[in-house]
C-alpha cells in the first residue's frame, strides 16, 4: 500500500502537535515552586523595604511590605518569581507585629559571652538591648537584637580595677586633727610617719592638754595612717 505525498506532510504535522501540546502540558508539573526564602530574597532585591506579613496560595505568594513611601502589597509568581502586580495599600508606617523577647531570654542567649553586669532595653524607633559584660579583665558593650537576640554590634574596655581605700594614707594634718580631737587638747605642728614592715603604718602626734592650775599633761596619740582610728594613747609622766 501506497502512501501518499499529502499522508507523509499531515502525519508530521500531527506528530509536532502532539509534541508542543504534551510539552506545554507537561511544564507546569516540570518546574519546582520557588520557596519562601527565594521569593522574598527576589522582591527585596527589587523593592527595598522591610517585610510585614506573607500569604502564600497555590500559584500566587503575596507579601506587605514596609518601603520608604508606605506599605505596598507584591503579588509574585511562585514557580519563577515573576512581579504579578505591585500596589500600595497604606502611606504611613505600620509597626511589626513581633514580639521582642524578655530580659530573662535575652540574658540566655547572651550567657556564653561572660558575666552579665547590667541589661537595659533602649526602646527608640529601631530598639535594641544594651548589654554589659564582663570576661576576665575586658568589659564588653554589647548591642543586641531585641527580637532574635544576635549581637548587631560590640566594643570593649579593659575593667579598672576598683580603688581600695585601704592603700590611701591620711594626710598629716588630717593625723593631727583626729589626735587633738581624741584628747580634747592641741596637737603639736608635726605628726611623725611610722611604716614598719609587715605592718600597717601609722601616725605618732603629740598632744598636749591643759589642766587648769595643775600642771598640763602631754600624750602621744598612734593614729592608724588608713583607717585615721586612733590605736593607743601614751601618757607622758
Not at 24 to 50: N, R
Not at 82 to 101: D, G, M, R, Y
Not at 207 to 214: K, P, Q, S
Amino acid at each position: 500500500m501506497k502512501i501518499s505525498k499529502n499522508g507523509y506532510i499531515i502525519g508530521g504535522v500531527t506528530l509536532i502537535i502532539l509534541i508542543v501540546v504534551g510539552v506545554l502540558w507537561l511544564s507546569p508539573f516540570s518546574s519546582k515552586p520557588l520557596t519562601e526564602e527565594e521569593l522574598k530574597s527576589a522582591a527585596l532585591t527589587k523593592y527595598p523595604g522591610e517585610i510585614i506579613r506573607t500569604t502564600k496560595s497555590e500559584n500566587e505568594y503575596e507579601i506587605d511590605m514596609q518601603m520608604e513611601n508606605g506599605v505596598y502589597a507584591i503579588s509574585m509568581d511562585t514557580n519563577n518569581g515573576t512581579i504579578l502586580s505591585l500596589k500600595q495599600i497604606a502611606t504611613e508606617e505600620v509597626p511589626l507585629a513581633v514580639e521582642t523577647l524578655t530580659e530573662a531570654q535575652i540574658k540566655k542567649k547572651i550567657a556564653t559571652q561572660g558575666e552579665i553586669q547590667s541589661v537595659l532595653f533602649i526602646n527608640e524607633k529601631n530598639p535594641y538591648y544594651e548589654v554589659v559584660v564582663h570576661k576576665g579583665n575586658v568589659e564588653f558593650n554589647l548591642k543586641v537584637d531585641p527580637y532574635n537576640g544576635a549581637i548587631i554590634d560590640s566594643s570593649q574596655a579593659p575593667v579598672e580595677a576598683p580603688v581600695s581605700t585601704e592603700n590611701i594614707l591620711i594626710t598629716e594634718k588630717e593625723a593631727l586633727t583626729i589626735a587633738a580631737d581624741h584628747l580634747k587638747g592641741m596637737a603639736d605642728d608635726d605628726a611623725e610617719l611610722h611604716q614598719p614592715t609587715g605592718q600597717p603604718p601609722y601616725y605618732l602626734v603629740e598632744v598636749e592638754i591643759e589642766n587648769g592650775e595643775e600642771e598640763d599633761r602631754e600624750a602621744v596619740v598612734e593614729v592608724d595612717a588608713y583607717t585615721g582610728k586612733v590605736k593607743s594613747v601614751n601618757w607622758e609622766n
